[in-house]
C-alpha cells in the first residue's frame, strides 16, 4: 500500500518578502500536497494560483486604538479563523507553514485548535508583533536572522536564514562553489563599466528615487552606468533621461543584476538583503521609515555591523551625502571587494533546503 502524500496548508500573503520565501519552500518539497492561503487582491493572486490551489479569506490587521472600526476586524478575525479550520478539515491537512503578516493569526489558531504543527518563518531580524506572540504556539521558529531569536524566548527556534527565489539559490550555488555563473543581461550596459543598482523592494520607493535622480549625474560623470528599478507608483519615474540610465519599473533576472553590479541603493527589507547577501553584492541602505517597528532599520544593522553595507536614515540623507558616498566607495574598488565578501559570509545559500528539512522535521512525526 502506497502511503498518501502529506498534505500542507501555506499561509503568505501580501509582498515578496512573505510569498518568496514560502515559494521557495515549496519547491524543496515536490512530494507534498501543497495548497495555499491568502487573501483576495494581494499579490499571491498573481503568483501562486499557475503552481497551487489558493484559498483565500478576509483579514486585516489591527490599527492603533480601538473603535468599530476594531470591532469589525475582530468579527473577520473570528470568521477568518472558522473558515480557516474548515478548510484544514475538510483537507486533511498534516501541519501549517506561514511567514507572518495578518494571515499567521488565523492560521496558527485555526491549527493548533485542531492540534495541528505549525511552522513560522521570521525573516527580519526584529520579529513581528504577530511572530513574538504566536511563536510559542508553533512547534518551530524559522528564523532569518541569528539575532533575533533574543525577542522569541519561548519559542523554539531554528536558524536557517531566509530562502530566495530558484533563479537565486541557482547563482548563490554556483557562487559558492567557485564554478562562474551567467551574468549576462539583456540591457545595454558595456563590459567593465561601473554598474550601480536602485531598487526598493517590490513596492518600489519613492523617496530613494527622488534622491537618487538628484545625485544621479555626478556618477555618470565619474563613468558609472545606473540601473533603476522605480516601482510602479512613481510619477516621476521618467523624469529622467541620460545614455547611462536606464529605469524601468521591475526586473525579472535580478539575480544576474545583482551579480554585475558594484553596487546596490537599497531599502532593507529581509528579502532585498537576502538577496544582496547569496549574490555579493555591497550596497548602501536606506531603511524605510515608517516599517513597522523599525524593523528594517535592525535589518540594516545586521548587515553594517559585518562590514557589508552602510545606512543612512532617509530623514538625514541629502543629494549631496548619497552622491558621495556612492563616488567614495566607486573610487575605492579594494573596499567594494571587502564589503562584498563580508556579504557572502551572511548568506545561507541552502536555507530553503534546511527549511524544507524543519518542516519534514515537524510535520511527518
Known sequence: MIDAPIRLLIAASGTG???FPAIALAEKLPDYEIEWLGVPNRLETQLVPQQYPLNTIAVEG???GFGLSSL???VRLISSILEVRRILKQGKFQGVFTTGGYIAGPAVIAARSLGLPVVFHESNALPGKVTRFFGPWCAAVALGFEVAAKYLPRAKNVY????VRASFRGAALRQFL???IDTSLDLPIPDGVPLIIVFGGSQGAVGINKLVRQSAHAWFDAGAYVVHLTGE????ADSLKHSQYIALPFYNNMAALLRRANLAISRSGAGSLTELAVCGTPAILIPYPFAAEDHQTHNATVFTKAGAALAFKQSELTPEILQNQVLNLLR???ELA????????IAIPDSADKLASLVREVVEI
Open 17 to 19: 518578502g512573505h510569498l
Open 62 to 64: 489591527f490599527q492603533q
Open 72 to 74: 469589525r476586524i475582530l
Open 160 to 163: 536557517v536564514g531566509t530562502p
Open 178 to 180: 567557485d564554478q562562474g
Open 233 to 236: 507608483q512613481d510619477p516621476e
Open 332 to 334: 575605492s574598488p579594494v
Open 338 to 345: 571587502k564589503m562584498a565578501e563580508k556579504a557572502k559570509a
